[in-house]
């Protein structure tokens, strides 16, 4: 995934922007008092407004103004102190009022930026154009009836921010990288779930290709796409498709298109020549927003802390690596959870804990950090146990699993299994001596100068004692003896 595609006579290089949909979190609608819970029965979350009955008036609902704001803060960009809403005019069976209310000349949010993390542990930094607030459309449903379509207005009305980048993506990992990004500083804010199966997150990807150092060429928009791994096959597939337009002699067409997953490929849904003409004017049924500097200001400070500046604390306070630090905050609750467990302990102890064992189980479990049968605390006192050496390194493993499968503290593990360490000497010596006589051959070979023998005696001791031997004592034991 280079973002260089070998052409016949060279190679191209992919230029990517993405418009992603982003539904707002608020309980009610855009202009209406709706409730927007996700899965209730068909059209029964539909006042009069969404519904486009004559003469119905849209109010605005200042608390979706506030997460678009607040969204744009957290990306760093400008927030337009005036902005505008206008009509979107087209027809559609779900868009009862035949216009969609949209920002279009002055959203309400400018510029600003996203800085992505890449596999090789480089970052870049992705321009964000603009965030504007929009409407969201009913859902026509054509696999209800063989012969009919049905309407469901539940969605009409709810707010949407879209959010433009920059052409300033070059291949489909980058593309990637910034839309998890985007979906985690979302969730941080609060402002949108991020749920791209529930539709709650989708992406319109804009692809063309060029020759290095050429200015732009024409690009094509996929339309709609879901998930994270479907954009990013989208655009390896639209990218090579203009690959061989353009070596074939022809001229990639700007257009709409669609993305096939079965098959992996993109398919046309309308050229230019039938581009809408959507006819924007200001809409008079609403004043333009003006914002106040002490409510933004307010936002401002109510910010929670961002993925970037906890990643970067992360390094400082805990010493962790940019890698780990990043795997840390990827979700809030990982944070937390690591925040916990790390309080007044080794700090990269517990992120190869959490990032190792307990990230397997939660896998293996199925389970969430939320219904994780270990407890930030129950993990914390399990590395407690192993820094005032109650247990060595090999059985806290043992203990861990079966505080998975219990739901145990690690104490009442370790006292009822019988696992604390063995650190009386007698006890090691025996198992020492026993190990020796039972392998003489093998204690011969050492003698002969086969050094690596030591880790195979080691290994022995251990088992025969059930691994709860100090290994370091341990150690010195078979050192001791066997240099006698
Ligand atoms: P429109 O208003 O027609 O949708 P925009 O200027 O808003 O056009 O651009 C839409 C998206 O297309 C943006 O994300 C932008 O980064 C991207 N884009 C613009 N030009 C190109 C190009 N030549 N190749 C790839 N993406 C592009
Ligand atoms: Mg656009």
């Not at 390094?315 to 690591?338: K, M, N, P, R």
């Not at 930030?376 to 499968?405: C, P, S, W, Y």
């Not at 011969?444 to 059930?466: H, I, N, P, S, T």
Request: proline share 4%; with cysteine.
């Amino acid at each position: 995934m280079s973002g260089v595609i070998e052409g016949r006579d060279g190679p191209w290089e992919m230029v990517i922007g993405l418009e992603v949909h982003a539904q707002v979190i608020s309980r009610s609608k855009l202009f209406s008092g709706s409730a927007t819970e996700f899965g209730a029965e068909p059209n029964t979350q539909v006042s009069l407004v969404d519904a486009a009955f004559p003469g119905m008036l849209p109010v605005i609902n200042g608390e979706c103004v506030a997460q678009a704001v607040r969204t744009g803060l957290g990306l760093d960009a400008h927030i337009n102190m005036v902005s505008r809403f206008d009509r979107k005019n087209y027809f559609y069976a779900d868009l009862p009022a035949g216009y969609q209310i949209s920002q279009y000349a002055h959203p309400v949010v400018g510029g600003g930026s996203i800085e992505i993390e890449l596999a090789d542990g480089s970052t870049k930094r992705i321009g964000v154009t603009r965030l504007h607030l929009e409407q969201d459309a009913g859902k026509s449903l054509h696999d209800q009836h063989p012969s009919k379509s049905f309407i469901d207005l539940n969605r009409s009305g709810i707010a949407l921010m879209e959010i433009v980048s920059e052409p300033d993506l070059r291949t489909a990992e980058e593309a990637g990288a910034y839309l998890r990004k985007l979906r985690t500083i979302l969730r941080y804010l609060g402002t949108c779930d991020g749920n791209m199966e529930e539709g709650s997150m989708r992406a319109d990807v804009n692809v063309s290709v060029r020759r290095h150092g050429e200015p732009f060429r024409t690009r094509c928009e996929v339309k709609n796409v879901n998930s994270v791994r479907f954009v990013m096959q989208a655009i390896e597939a639209e990218a090579a498709r203009q690959v061989e337009v353009w070596e074939s002699g022809g001229t990639v067409e700007q257009e709409t298109r669609l993305f096939d997953p079965a098959r992996g490929v993109t398919r046309s849904m309308r050229s230019k020549e039938d581009a809408h003409d959507y006819r924007y004017f200001p809409d008079p049924d609403l004043l333009p927003l003006v914002l106040d500097e002490g409510w933004v200001a307010g936002l401002r400070a109510g910010l929670p802390e961002l993925p970037d500046a906890k990643r970067a604390r992360f390094v400082a306070e805990h010493g962790l690596s940019a890698y780990d630090a990043a795997v840390l905050v990827a979700d809030q609750e990982t944070a937390a959870f690591f925040e916990t467990v790390a309080a007044g302990r080794d700090a990269k102890l517990a992120a190869n804990w959490i990032m190792g064992d307990f990230f397997a189980a939660l896998n293996r479990t199925g389970c969430s950090i939320g219904d994780s049968p270990v407890s930030a605390g129950a993990l914390g006192q399990l590395l407690d146990l192993l820094a005032d050496r109650t247990i060595n390194g090999r059985i806290a493993k043992e203990v861990f699993e079966a505080m998975v499968d219990t739901g145990e503290s690690p104490a009442g593990i370790v006292e009822s299994r019988g696992l604390r360490q063995v650190t009386d000497t007698g006890a090691i010596d025996g198992a020492v001596d026993r190990v020796l006589a039972a392998h003489p051959d093998k204690l011969a070979e050492y003698r002969g100068g086969k050094d690596k023998l030591f880790g195979f005696f080691v290994g022995q001791v251990m088992k025969a004692m059930a691994g709860k031997g100090n290994p370091a004592l341990v150690n010195e034991a078979l050192r001791q003896r066997l240099s006698a």
